[in-house]
């Protein structure tokens, strides 16, 4: 089946989730700079959301890109991928809220290894689905990234438990490492089709 619609819907879905997180930004009841303050740590946690968010949109950009064609399976693996960063908005918002404590901060990272782990589910499908030899499989190869960032989001979860703020730390550290740009599918897919 062709996966125009499943792009088209992800990334309906992925403004959606944008959105409802801007909307957690609420205006201040004053009009001094010093009002801004207190809304210091809603503003950092979006920004942290909105860059998870970006970075699995433009992955999943390039993934999507690079596949030929989905199934059912993908389907569903992509509909797990949506859920989990569905709730991205709701654990952003509570983390801010409260000021970055434990419990905030422990479900959002639980809510990171839920969405790597969703990724990484429907990295394999499509794999599956082009072969083990098609441009996509070359592309993604070990995914030595997606499996460090489990381990440091499982890490910074049981760091919190010691300080919430290593934990927060940790996320911006996975956060700037897949900020960097990966180019293994656009080195891959960008070279087979200049050779066709």
């Given amino acids: 089946m062709k996966k125009g619609r499943l792009e088209a819907f992800s990334d309906g879905v ?3 989730i944008i959105t409802i997180m801007v909307l957690e930004l609420h205006v201040p009841h004053g009009d001094h700079i010093g009002d801004l303050v207190p ?3 809603v503003f950092f946690s979006y920004v942290l959301s909105f860059v998870y968010v970006g970075i699995y949109w433009n992955n999943h950009h390039h993934m999507i890109y690079a596949a030929r064609t989905v199934n059912g399976g993908i389907l569903w693996a ?3 991928l949506l859920f989990w960063l569905s709730l991205i908005p709701f654990v952003t918002a509570w983390m801010g809220e409260n000021h970055f404590t434990l419990w905030p901060v422990v479900l959002y990272g639980a809510v990171l290894i ?3 782990f969703a990724y990484t589910i429907l990295c394999r499908l499509l ?3 082009a072969g083990p030899d098609s441009e996509l499989a070359v592309a993604l190869g070990r995914d030595w990234k ?3 960032s489990v381990i440091l989001y499982a890490l910074a979860i049981v760091l ?3 300080n919430s703020w290593i934990a927060f730390g940790i996320y911006v550290l996975v956060a700037v490492m897949w900020f960097i740009p990966d180019k293994r599918i656009e080195r891959n897919v960008g070279a087979s089709a200049e050779g066709e």
């Fill in 14 to 16: 992925i403004a959606i």
């Fill in 146 to 148: 997606g499996k460090l």
């Fill in 127 to 129: 794999i599956r689905e």
């Fill in 39 to 41: 809304l210091l740590p």
């Fill in 78 to 80: 992509n509909l797990n």
């Fill in 160 to 162: 919190a438990f010691i």
């Fill in 114 to 116: 839920m969405t790597g």
